[in-house]
């Protein structure tokens, strides 16, 4: 996307295997959902590095470098810093003997990787505030001469994944056929541009929750598909939605919601019933939080800890918490791409796309590209 101060100190003051184009994308996102605080993709922030210092990848210790703040974890509480509000000095304890850490603003934030983080919060204390963060990058960004926005999004790579890439492709051969006015177009940018950071960064965080391309009945849908039907539901006073559902019994049934949008139909067909699997006996209920947080759905998972309901990607126990997380994101990742690819080809008024009619729509899609496509991607 683009280069910022951040990247470039990271790049002096980082081990290579630290930085974000190096790690394994699997680890990286469920890295992103063991923190509890994801980055904020509708204003294009872009994680620099992430310095995991847990064992067994538990998450529970180590920084998250942003392009614009650094997110600290330690004994299950994350700590958020915004590089622009940085004041001197800053103290760096680097001892064998005692615990390592970096303290800014009066906040010591223990860390083994303590020097080399260290030194990039110093670099970035030299440089006036404004100069500190990358700039904000809207998902979709038109202009007289690219109206959807789709060249603005290959030129900023978010076309790298070629699924993302198809989706574009297809999109803006319907403008240009005229089956796709521009300006209806932009939303639809807007959500591959998003899957895309997604793809790349691991889940992003908006108001409170974690960021889907859902709508609400779509993500209520998908989720239905997952875990069936929930033992307990209620609307929050906030208008969220509260689902309850319990892994541990054997007679789960398909909830009546994944029939009822085309995003839960699409997630029964391709998925299977029932397709997040219980993760060993940590994990036994779990609620997960639907909200509309604009333009888009986006939730929250918790599980019961005890008597307790804590942030399910915090459950210990050899990385239960985030592999499971990291579970129920990548479900809902495959079911997004699936949908939007269904809205770039056929508009909004689809039914759901299946595995049994996957030649169909590569036959369509081929036909609009001008050239024959393997959708593999999507349906794996």
Avoid: C
């Avoid at 080399?116 to 505030?129: F, I, K, Q, R, T």
């Avoid at 404004?130 to 038109?142: A, K």
């Amino acid at each position: 996307m683009t280069d910022s101060a951040a990247h470039r100190l990271a790049a002096q003051h980082i081990k290579p295997k630290f930085l974000q184009e190096n790690l394994k994308p699997d680890v990286l996102h469920r890295g992103v959902l063991a923190f509890e605080a994801g980055v904020q993709h509708f204003a294009g922030e872009q994680i620099v590095a992430f310095v995991d210092d847990s064992e067994k990848e538990a998450f529970d210790l180590g920084a998250i470098l942003t392009d614009r703040r650094l997110l600290h974890r330690q004994s299950k509480g994350t700590h958020q810093l915004a590089y622009s509000a940085m004041a001197g000095p800053i103290k760096v304890n680097n001892s064998m003997v005692t615990n390592r850490f970096v303290e800014v603003n009066g906040q010591r934030m223990v860390m083994w990787n303590a020097k080399p983080v260290g030194a990039v919060l110093e670099a970035l204390l030299n440089l006036p505030p404004d100069q500190r963060t990358g700039p904000v990058i809207p998902v979709v960004t038109p202009t007289d001469a690219d109206p959807t926005g789709i060249r603005a999004a290959m030129v900023r790579g978010e076309g790298a994944d070629p699924r993302v890439r198809v989706i574009l492709a297809l999109l803006e051969r319907r403008v240009q056929a005229g089956a796709l006015d521009a300006a209806a177009s932009r939303p639809l940018v807007g959500s591959a541009a998003l899957l895309a950071r997604t793809l790349r960064f691991g889940r992003g965080m908006h108001e409170g929750y974690w960021t889907t391309t859902f709508s609400l009945t779509d993500l209520e849908g998908t989720v239905g598909a997952l875990f069936g039907d929930p033992f307990a539901e209620r609307d929050a006073e906030s208008g969220a939605r509260v689902l309850g559902f319990d892994l541990g019994g054997g007679g789960r049934r398909a909830a009546k919601a994944a029939a009822s949008s085309a995003a839960g139909l699409a997630a029964t067909a391709l998925l299977g019933f029932g397709w997040v699997s219980l993760p060993g006996k940590s994990i036994r209920q779990i609620r997960l939080t639907l909200a509309e947080t604009h333009p888009v759905a986006g939730y929250r998972l918790d599980a019961k800890s005890g008597s307790d309901w804590v942030p399910a990607a915090s459950i210990p126990n050899d990385g239960i918490g985030p592999k499971f997380a990291h579970a129920v994101s990548q479900s809902l990742l495959k079911i997004e791409l699936l949908m939007l690819l269904g809205r770039a080809l056929y508009g909004n008024a689809y039914t759901a796309l299946r595995s049994d009619n996957r030649a169909q729509v590569e036959t369509d899609a081929g036909a609009l590209l001008g050239q024959s496509i393997d959708l593999t991607g999507f349906y794996a």
